[in-house]
């Protein structure tokens, strides 16, 4: 839950005011037009930007109001999937998985590369353990990051503009991927994009970011905003343009 959070950098106000829920089991989107503060939202929620105003609550507790190590500790049930993947190139695709377990776990190296193995079965890449990031596709590339993410068995999932750079088949295979994730596993996921085919594909919920604005200008499940916000802006984006 964000509780008049406000956002910037230096001198720069990103956003303000926003106050929204994000429900357990939910596929919930940050979405607007480019610049409007979609990834500096992500960047809050998951303790790499602080917000200048308001509170962000999980599960009741005032995340940054924590003690930075108590803070850190609470990072570990979080999951990001970067947009580029950010995966290792000199590393296999199962280290790349294992990397978080052999961070923050006393597993066994055995059961740590069972469990790497297992993750990227969930994501449909099993046998590609000891496959490299240049030897697969794009779409299979973000399908390892979302594995890593997973790693730990987070309670959250960050996406960021997961579908940059795919085609659409690859992007709609990556929409499916997420959906299967939420319905097995109940994991909650936060996706920031602007992708409409991605955003009516999977969401529940949504907030609106408006970067003149500076704020939110609505919050819903994207194809009731679609059909009857009252902010023109909202649907104008929802509709393509077209009001």
């Known amino acids: ?37 979609k ?88 046998g590609f353990d000891d496959f490299y990031p240049s030897e697969i596709s794009g779409g299979m590339r973000k399908r390892v990051g979302v594995a890593r993410a997973m790693s730990l068995d987070p309670e959250i999932l960050f996406f960021d503009e997961p579908s940059a750079g795919l085609d659409p088949l690859s992007g709609r295979l990556l929409d499916d991927l997420m959906l299967e994730l939420r319905d097995s596993l109940g994991t909650t996921m936060v996706v920031v994009t602007h992708d409409l085919a991605s955003i009516f594909a999977v969401a529940d919920d949504s907030v609106f970011l408006d970067p003149q604005a500076k704020t939110m200008l609505a919050t819903g499940n994207p194809k009731t905003l679609r059909d009857h916000s009252e902010v023109e802006t909202v649907r104008r984006f929802l509709n393509r343009g077209e009001s």
């Open 1 to 37: 839950m964000l509780e008049e959070v406000s956002l910037g950098y230096g001198d720069l106000d990103i956003q303000s005011g926003l106050s929204f829920t994000i429900r357990e089991g939910d596929v919930f989107i940050v979405m607007g037009g480019s610049g409007c503060g």
């Open 39 to 126: 990834s500096t939202v992500m960047r809050s929620l998951t303790g790499l930007v602080p917000p200048r105003k308001g509170r962000i609550l999980y599960h009741g507790i005032d995340f940054w109001g924590l003690p930075p190590a108590e803070r850190a500790l609470r990072q570990r049930s979080f999951g990001v999937m970067y947009q580029s993947g950010a995966l290792w190139s000199s590393m296999t695709l199962r280290e790349n998985v294992a990397l978080p377990l052999e961070l923050y776990t006393d597993l066994s190296a055995r059961q740590i590369c069972d469990l790497a193995s297992f993750k990227l079965s969930l994501v449909g890449l099993r």
